[in-house]
């Protein structure tokens, strides 16, 4: 059973920076493509970031493009999202998804397990 864990949300001011972190179990972890969404109150489930199983191909949202850096280290079965600059409207709970494919994809249909979410919240 493949099980997948967000950790690292929080509160912090405008301007600041949190790192997200994802760790996967289960299944080995290189056979993922892995993607970060969030969902504020009231709003659909967006895209953020992706990142291929090799981690050599990133995606992002034009939102975070330039604050937001998403990585990944194999040998821990993680993934991590590097949030800075952070503004009040990144307010929402941050989900981690794995994908049983070599690429990534931006739809959250495309993803085959989700994590719990972790809230992250921007004051301003």
């Known amino acids: 059973q493949v099980q997948v864990v967000e950790s690292g949300g929080g509160l912090v001011q405008a301007g600041g920076s949190l790192r997200l972190s994802c760790g996967v179990s289960?299944?080995?972890?290189?056979?993922?493509?892995m993607g970060w969404f969030r969902q504020a109150p009231g709003k659909e489930r967006e895209f953020v970031a992706a990142?291929?199983?090799?981690?050599?191909?990133?995606w992002y949202a034009d939102s975070v493009k330039g604050r937001f850096a998403i990585s990944r280290d194999n040998a821990k079965n993680t993934v991590y999202l590097q949030m800075n600059s952070l503004k009040p409207e990144d307010t929402a709970v941050y989900y981690c998804?794995?994908?049983?494919?070599?690429?990534?994809?931006?739809?959250?249909?495309?993803?085959?397990?989700w994590g719990q979410g972790t809230q992250v919240t921007v004051s301003s």
């Open positions: 990142i291929g199983r090799s981690g050599a191909r990133t």
């Open positions: 998804a794995a994908r049983i494919s070599y690429n990534a994809a931006v739809p959250p249909a495309e993803y085959d397990y």
């Open positions: 289960g299944r080995t972890f290189s056979s993922y493509a």
